[in-house]
């Protein structure tokens, strides 16, 4: 499959092999991805990542790893980029994002979206809509995030905030906490 890996320098490789599902993930074929800051540190060396970058990305299911997932094949989705290790603590107290064996799609042990395709576990997915387009599901994860942020708000009364960083991600937590009654 064609892809784009980071070693020493990013470079476009046609020969990468294509992933197979392991029992509880689906193999999706990428139709598009998204590129962020965190993308372009990668290849910079930031965190020493090895791999296909990319984590904001929309695709179609067209494998599962077992047959119980069926249901999914051809479904168009997004997904949690955060693979945790589902029997520690903080899996399972706090969510994937906290733990400490957790891989990250495209940033941290999993290969991600620059390519023609990936693998993730099927807890991580997310059905599209027919109603979203491609070009407005590619913003789900970052947008998450966003909402992430204002859920870390929510305890504290509505007020004047700074958000720092004119990015996309800096633009919609903006946008996220201006809803939620912040002067932003």
Not at 33 to 45: F, R, V, Y
Not at 156 to 166: K, L, S
Request: aromatic share 6%.
């Amino acid at each position: 499959m064609q892809a784009l890996v980071l070693s020493n320098t990013l470079a476009y490789r046609t020969d990468f092999a294509e992933p197979v599902p392991a029992a509880d993930a689906a193999l999706i074929e990428l139709s598009l991805a998204g590129i962020c800051a965190t993308d372009l540190e990668l290849a910079q060396g930031y965190a020493g990542f090895r791999g296909i970058p990319g984590h904001e990305f929309v695709g179609r299911v067209v494998a599962v790893g077992d047959p119980q997932h069926n249901a999914w094949l051809q479904q168009r989705v997004v997904g949690s980029i955060n693979i945790g290790c589902q029997t520690c603590p903080e899996c399972l107290q706090h969510g994937p994002e906290h733990c400490p064996h957790r891989r990250v799609l495209g940033i941290r042990g999993q290969h991600g979206a620059f390519a023609d395709y990936l693998t993730l576990p099927m807890r991580n997915l997310y059905a599209i809509p027919d109603s979203v387009t491609d070009r407005a599901a590619v913003f789900a994860e970052p947008l998450a995030a966003a909402l992430k942020v204002a859920e870390q708000l929510a305890q504290r009364p509505a007020g004047e905030i700074a958000v720092v960083g004119p990015g996309r991600l800096g633009l919609l937590i903006g946008k996220v906490l201006a809803l939620a009654g912040h002067d932003v």
